[in-house]
């Protein structure tokens, strides 16, 4: 039996009026998700526990079958495993998102953010701009990574976990109250706008139409990981297949493989057959027992507001992956248990996430049901399947 998780990240919504009172997953064309729930399981699944931030670390975490008040130490430190960044005891990770702040004649803690991710900006722009704010600001205390897209990372030598707030909870708004308490780190931000916003590269972005890369952003604070090995856990040879730091950062940690997928950015354009083609080839050829497809479009969708393309992001994992791993899957002869889920709501009413559970679909190559039934929120609460502790569910895919 081969096992695989599909994660739309972000994919759960709230019901909007312009869609007839649906969501986007039950308005989306989905007729794969909608077949598999019709020959399997579907239900809820509460992947963030009570008290702790609804990120994609802590549901992806749980949605691996890490419980999260065990395991979770901060975002950041699981993306520095995936940078392959050597972290001291001592050492504090921080995400450093290159982001887009208003521009008026105004101090810094007057500006707006309009922008978490810069035009979704490409690892090579941003690694520019990273470059520059090194030049400035590096020192033995403070030293800059590259990431991938908007997404990179600072290492504090000696540092403290401090409260920092997530810039996609904060679009739209003025940033003075959320800046960080730290007066270091937030006179790094504000030095930053100063270094980036006339920056000759952005200067071209602008002229381009896209939103200036003008500032650094700090989150996410936390320590050294230590996850178990996914292997030794489970009994099960994993593979990782994700654009997104974070993901390969977890994968890292718990031993599992990372595959990287060329043309896979975690963007609404990314590489969706490719991701689908390397887990069939990981679970066909290449001996391994689980893969885990990790899809980024649907969340940073929803951070942006933007229906129409949380819609196509949706159709797109349905045709372009969970299709294709389906039919090459049948096609192998090889018996498989798939997994369908969000981690967490990312609804476009608030572009940003939420603790609500989230629906999932559970579907066992070997066991074909026939009945009417579609994979959405609305439906999945229907069922009556509830699993309280979202780190649990990996047991009912592995169960035999």
């Not at 990120?55 to 395991?71: E, F, H, I, M, Q």
Request: overall charge negative; proline content about 6%.
């Amino acid at each position: 039996m081969k096992y695989i998780v599909v994660l739309g990240d972000g994919m759960a919504d709230e019901p909007i009026e312009s869609l007839g009172g649906k969501t986007p997953l039950a308005h989306a064309n989905t007729p794969m998700m909608d077949e598999l729930a019709g020959k399997g399981v579907i239900g809820l699944a509460h992947t963030i526990p009570e008290g702790m931030s609804p990120g994609s670390d802590t549901a992806n975490l749980a949605v691996l079958g890490y419980y999260p008040r065990k395991y979770y130490t901060g975002r950041s430190p699981l993306e520095a495993l995936s940078i392959g960044v050597p972290m001291k005891e001592t050492d504090i990770a921080i995400r450093c998102n290159i982001v887009t702040v208003s521009e008026e004649d105004v101090p810094y803690e007057q500006r707006t953010i309009i922008d978490h991710s810069s035009s979704e900006i490409s690892t090579e722009d941003a690694a520019v701009l990273l470059e520059a704010v090194r030049a400035e600001l590096q020192n033995e205390m403070f030293k800059y990574y590259v990431g991938t897209s908007y997404r990179h990372l600072l290492i504090w030598d000696k540092g403290e976990v401090v409260e920092l707030t997530p810039p996609h909870d904060i679009l739209g708004k003025v940033i003075g109250e959320y800046l960080p308490k730290e007066n270091l780190l937030a006179e790094m931000m504000k030095k930053s706008y100063d270094i980036l916003n006339n920056h000759p590269l952005n200067v071209e972005r602008a002229k381009r139409g896209l939103n200036k890369a003008n500032s650094i952003w700090f989150w996410g604070a936390g320590t050294r990981p230590n996850l178990d090995s996914f292997q030794e856990k489970t009994g099960k040879r994993g593979v990782m297949i994700s654009a997104v730091d974070l993901l390969k950062g977890i994968a890292v940690g718990a031993e599992m493989t990372n595959i990287i997928v060329p043309g896979a950015d975690g963007t609404l354009h990314t590489n969706y057959e490719g991701k689908a083609m390397a887990a069939v080839k990981a679970l066909t050829e290449d001996g391994y027992d689980f893969a885990y497809i990790h899809v980024e479009a649907p969340d940073e969708m929803g951070h942006q507001g933007s229906l129409a393309n949380k819609l196509e992001a949706i159709e797109a994992l349905d045709q372009k992956v969970i299709a294709v791993v389906k039919k090459e899957m049948d096609a192998s002869g090889e018996p498989y248990r798939i997994l369908i889920m969000p981690d967490h709501p990312t609804p476009i009413r608030l572009r940003t996430h939420t603790s609500n559970p989230v629906p999932y679909l559970l579907y066992d190559s070997t066991r074909e049901r026939k009945m009417v039934q579609h994979y959405n929120e609305a439906e999945a609460a229907q069922s009556g399947n509830v699993e309280p502790e979202g780190y649990r569910l990996i047991e009912q895919l592995f169960a035999e």
